[in-house]
């Protein structure tokens, strides 16, 4: 049986371990808090090649707030994960506007193309990883808590470290397994997709295309 692997995010970079292994056809499911244009940009050859991405929000983000005034203190961090969209602070201090107009189309386009994305409306905890399925194998990320330049390494970010388990079969199919589960529980996940365009659309002129 394989075993469980370490990334330290060091010597070795989370993006060159996904660069190594993602390849045409395959499929990647993703729990996480935030999504950022530029972790598209830093992956964009190999998420070309994919069958298609499934990306879950674990917090509530891109529905519309249904809690009370007084609890106003959630808006926050809410909005914040909305605007790591076009880049967290760390990635938007190495770009500049035309660059990132030029990302957001390319990701926009690819979006259509390939990719879900549903948020957790439930306001439960919900923890983050990544799935890789291949055809011969599957793969798990985990901790993986955005999909950011940060969390793949490019970028040092402010943590001290950054570690990632890789985990194999038998391990990575259980994660496949919750989330295949979540992402079919309509109760507490909303299909947020065309919000998320519509916010990637406003970056530069295009004419909004809803999914059917």
């Known amino acids: 049986m394989e ?3 370490i990334i330290n995010n060091q010597t070795e970079l989370l993006v060159d371990d996904l660069k190594n292994n993602i390849a045409s056809g395959n499929k990647i499911s993703i729990a996480a808090a935030s999504f950022s244009i530029y972790a598209y940009e830093a992956l964009k050859k190999e998420l070309e090649l994919i069958d298609e991405l499934r990306f879950i929000f674990t917090s509530p983000t891109f529905v ?3 809690i009370q005034k007084e609890k106003r203190e959630f808006f926050i961090p809410k909005l914040h994960r909305e ?3 076009y880049g967290t602070d760390f990635e938007i201090k190495l770009r500049n506007k035309l660059e990132q107009k030029a990302i957001a189309k390319e990701c926009a386009e ?3 193309k390939k ?6 409306t439930s306001h439960e905890a919900m923890g983050g990883f990544l799935h890789l399925k291949k055809t011969d194998k599957q793969s798990t990320y985990v901790p993986f808590n955005e999909f950011t330049t940060t969390e793949l390494g490019c970028e040092r970010g402010n943590s001290i470290y950054s570690m990632v388990n890789v985990m194999p079969s038998p391990f990575a199919e259980e994660y496949l397994k919750t989330f295949n589960e979540q992402w079919k529980n309509d109760e ?3 299909d947020v997709t065309n919000s998320v365009l519509e916010y990637i659309e406003t970056v530069y002129p295009k004419i909004r295309t809803t999914l059917i």
């Open 188 to 190: 507490k996940f909303q």
């Open 115 to 120: 990719v879900r994305f549903k948020s957790n």
């Open 83 to 85: 605007r790591n969209l």
């Open 110 to 112: 690819w979006i259509r």
């Open 3 to 5: 075993m469980p692997k």
């Open 64 to 66: 519309k707030d249904k």
